[in-house]
């Protein structure tokens, strides 16, 4: 059973940074891409960035410039290094896997989240 475990949460003053990592428990065969969402109190869940296999990165618009995704494939780990925390950025981010390119990226598997708040 595929499990995909976040870590690295927590409080950050605005402007600040944090790192946040997500573990995958086995090689997920078939995926192409693995990446992350938030969700912010009140609001629907949002695409926030993705990395495919051959390390092609995207950004939702309000975080270019600011976050860093990433990834170890050793150790089916993904990355995402958060910089100039903004309030907005306050959300529960879920880790994902699943199928992606450069024009899209559709996920199939999920964690349960981590809480980021920007204070």
């Known amino acids: 059973q595929v499990q995909l475990v976040e870590s690295g949460g927590g409080l950050v003053q605005a402007g600040g940074s944090l790192r946040i990592s997500c573990s995958a428990s086995?090689?997920?065969?078939?995926?192409?891409?693995m990446g992350w969402h938030r969700q912010a109190p009140g609001k629907q869940r949002e695409w926030v960035a993705h990395i495919t296999l051959d390390g092609y990165t995207e950004y939702t618009n309000s975080v270019k410039g600011r976050f860093t995704i990433s990834r170890d494939s050793a150790k089916n780990t993904v990355y995402l290094q958060m910089d100039n925390l903004k309030p907005e950025d306050t959300a529960v981010y879920y880790c994902?896997?699943?199928?992606?390119?450069?024009?899209?990226?559709?996920?199939?598997?999920w964690g349960q989240g981590t809480q980021v708040t920007d204070v």
């Open positions: 086995v090689t997920i065969r078939g995926i192409t891409a």
């Open positions: 994902n896997a699943g199928q992606g390119s450069s024009s899209y990226y559709t996920p199939g598997y």
